[in-house]
Protein backbone atom coordinates (compact mmCIF):
# COMPACT_ATOMS: atom_id res chain seq x y z
CA UNK A 1 0.00 0.00 0.00
CA UNK A 2 1.34 3.41 -0.93
CA UNK A 3 0.63 6.51 1.53
CA UNK A 4 1.81 9.38 2.73
CA UNK A 5 5.24 8.88 5.58
CA UNK A 6 4.39 9.67 9.20
CA UNK A 7 7.06 10.86 11.58
CA UNK A 8 6.98 7.39 13.31
CA UNK A 9 7.90 5.87 9.68
CA UNK A 10 10.97 7.95 10.21
CA UNK A 11 13.91 5.68 11.66
CA UNK A 12 13.22 3.26 8.96
CA UNK A 13 12.95 5.62 6.11
CA UNK A 14 16.54 7.47 7.30
CA UNK A 15 18.21 3.11 7.55
CA UNK A 16 16.70 2.93 4.31
CA UNK A 17 18.55 5.94 2.90
CA UNK A 18 21.68 4.94 4.50
CA UNK A 19 21.27 1.84 3.00
CA UNK A 20 20.83 3.19 -0.42
CA UNK A 21 24.06 5.09 0.11
CA UNK A 22 26.19 1.99 0.67
CA UNK A 23 24.75 0.71 -2.12
CA UNK A 24 25.48 3.53 -4.40
CA UNK A 25 29.11 3.85 -3.26
CA UNK A 26 29.39 0.07 -4.13
CA UNK A 27 28.35 0.85 -7.66
CA UNK A 28 30.49 3.90 -7.69
CA UNK A 29 27.39 6.40 -8.04
CA UNK A 30 28.50 9.74 -6.28
CA UNK A 31 24.59 11.06 -6.10
CA UNK A 32 24.30 11.04 -1.98
CA UNK A 33 27.20 11.21 0.61
CA UNK A 34 26.45 11.12 4.34
CA UNK A 35 24.70 14.38 4.39
CA UNK A 36 22.48 13.87 1.78
CA UNK A 37 19.50 13.57 2.31
CA UNK A 38 19.75 14.29 5.56
CA UNK A 39 17.55 13.09 8.67
CA UNK A 40 16.53 16.71 9.17
CA UNK A 41 15.72 16.92 5.36
CA UNK A 42 13.81 13.99 5.15
CA UNK A 43 11.64 15.08 8.24
CA UNK A 44 10.89 17.95 6.46
CA UNK A 45 9.50 16.41 3.33
CA UNK A 46 7.33 14.05 6.22
CA UNK A 47 6.12 17.38 7.87
CA UNK A 48 5.25 18.87 4.70
CA UNK A 49 3.38 15.58 3.53
CA UNK A 50 5.98 15.18 0.29
CA UNK A 51 7.43 11.74 1.45
CA UNK A 52 5.29 8.81 -0.21
CA UNK A 53 6.34 5.40 0.97
CA UNK A 54 5.00 1.86 -0.24
CA UNK A 55 4.71 -0.63 2.75
CA UNK A 56 4.75 -4.49 1.44
CA UNK A 57 3.73 -6.87 4.81
CA UNK A 58 4.30 -4.37 6.97
CA UNK A 59 7.82 -3.13 5.91
CA UNK A 60 8.82 0.15 4.12
CA UNK A 61 10.18 -1.12 0.61
CA UNK A 62 10.23 2.26 -1.37
CA UNK A 63 10.15 5.79 -0.56
CA UNK A 64 10.01 8.88 -2.88
CA UNK A 65 9.60 12.62 -2.37
CA UNK A 66 6.86 14.14 -4.92
CA UNK A 67 7.26 18.37 -4.78
CA UNK A 68 4.58 20.63 -6.41
CA UNK A 69 6.25 23.35 -8.31
CA UNK A 70 5.34 25.66 -10.97
CA UNK A 71 3.27 23.86 -13.72
CA UNK A 72 4.97 20.53 -12.71
CA UNK A 73 6.33 18.36 -9.59
CA UNK A 74 9.39 16.52 -9.39
CA UNK A 75 10.30 13.26 -8.20
CA UNK A 76 13.12 13.31 -5.74
CA UNK A 77 14.66 10.79 -3.09
CA UNK A 78 13.48 7.85 -4.95
CA UNK A 79 15.13 4.67 -3.09
CA UNK A 80 13.72 0.69 -2.19
CA UNK A 81 15.64 -1.56 0.11
CA UNK A 82 18.32 -3.30 -1.52
CA UNK A 83 16.96 -7.01 -1.71
CA UNK A 84 14.06 -5.82 -3.31
CA UNK A 85 15.64 -3.77 -5.93
CA UNK A 86 14.29 -6.19 -8.79
CA UNK A 87 10.47 -6.42 -7.52
CA UNK A 88 8.95 -3.20 -9.47
CA UNK A 89 7.83 -1.39 -6.40
CA UNK A 90 10.02 1.93 -7.42
CA UNK A 91 7.67 1.79 -10.77
CA UNK A 92 5.01 0.94 -8.24
CA UNK A 93 5.25 3.97 -6.46
CA UNK A 94 6.30 6.32 -9.63
CA UNK A 95 3.04 5.46 -11.25
CA UNK A 96 1.28 6.27 -7.97
CA UNK A 97 2.61 9.83 -7.93
CA UNK A 98 2.27 10.14 -11.94
CA UNK A 99 -1.43 9.60 -11.12
CA UNK A 100 -1.69 11.74 -7.86
CA UNK A 101 0.08 14.43 -10.51
CA UNK A 102 -2.66 13.95 -13.32
CA UNK A 103 -5.28 14.03 -11.17
CA UNK A 104 -3.92 17.82 -9.59
CA UNK A 105 -3.70 18.45 -13.45
CA UNK A 106 0.02 18.88 -12.86
CA UNK A 107 1.42 18.94 -16.53
CA UNK A 108 4.75 18.37 -15.92
CA UNK A 109 7.18 15.40 -13.95
CA UNK A 110 10.90 16.03 -13.82
CA UNK A 111 13.59 14.82 -11.98
CA UNK A 112 17.12 14.70 -11.81
CA UNK A 113 19.94 12.48 -11.41
CA UNK A 114 23.83 11.81 -11.43
CA UNK A 115 25.68 10.86 -14.71
CA UNK A 116 27.36 8.04 -13.27
CA UNK A 117 23.31 6.80 -11.79
CA UNK A 118 22.88 4.62 -15.45
CA UNK A 119 19.82 2.86 -13.46
CA UNK A 120 17.94 6.20 -12.41
CA UNK A 121 18.86 7.41 -16.08
CA UNK A 122 17.37 3.94 -17.48
CA UNK A 123 14.75 4.16 -15.06
CA UNK A 124 13.01 7.52 -16.42
CA UNK A 125 13.87 6.44 -20.59
CA UNK A 126 11.61 3.64 -19.27
CA UNK A 127 9.02 5.40 -17.96
CA UNK A 128 8.80 7.81 -20.56
CA UNK A 129 10.90 10.51 -19.48
CA UNK A 130 13.26 12.72 -21.59
CA UNK A 131 16.99 13.13 -21.24
CA UNK A 132 17.23 17.15 -20.70
CA UNK A 133 20.65 19.44 -20.31
CA UNK A 134 22.56 18.89 -18.13
CA UNK A 135 24.00 21.03 -14.76
CA UNK A 136 26.63 20.86 -12.14
CA UNK A 137 25.20 21.82 -8.61
CA UNK A 138 27.09 24.97 -7.60
CA UNK A 139 26.93 23.49 -4.04
CA UNK A 140 28.37 19.27 -5.30
CA UNK A 141 30.56 20.75 -7.97
CA UNK A 142 32.87 18.32 -7.39
CA UNK A 143 30.24 15.74 -8.06
CA UNK A 144 30.71 16.64 -11.81
CA UNK A 145 27.38 16.35 -13.91
CA UNK A 146 23.46 15.75 -13.13
CA UNK A 147 20.65 15.19 -16.26
CA UNK A 148 17.19 17.07 -15.90
CA UNK A 149 14.45 14.39 -16.92
CA UNK A 150 11.21 15.82 -17.72
CA UNK A 151 8.10 14.12 -18.99
CA UNK A 152 4.67 15.85 -20.28
CA UNK A 153 1.83 13.84 -18.54
CA UNK A 154 -1.67 13.31 -20.32
CA UNK A 155 -3.67 15.96 -18.47
CA UNK A 156 -7.48 16.35 -19.85
CA UNK A 157 -8.16 20.03 -20.31
CA UNK A 158 -11.54 21.58 -19.17
CA UNK A 159 -12.12 22.81 -22.74
Known amino acids: MITLARMTDIKEIVD ?4 AKVEMLKAHIRQWNQSYPSYDLI ?14 KGRIVCVATF ?27 YHYLEELAIAKKIGYSYSATHHSNHKMQQFFLKHGFMRGEGYIEKARSNYGLF ?10 TDE
Request: with cysteine.
Open 16 to 19: LFQA
Open 43 to 56: KQDIADNRCYKLVV
Open 67 to 93: IERGDGCWLKRLATVSDCTKCGYASQI
Open 147 to 156: YVFYKELEVE
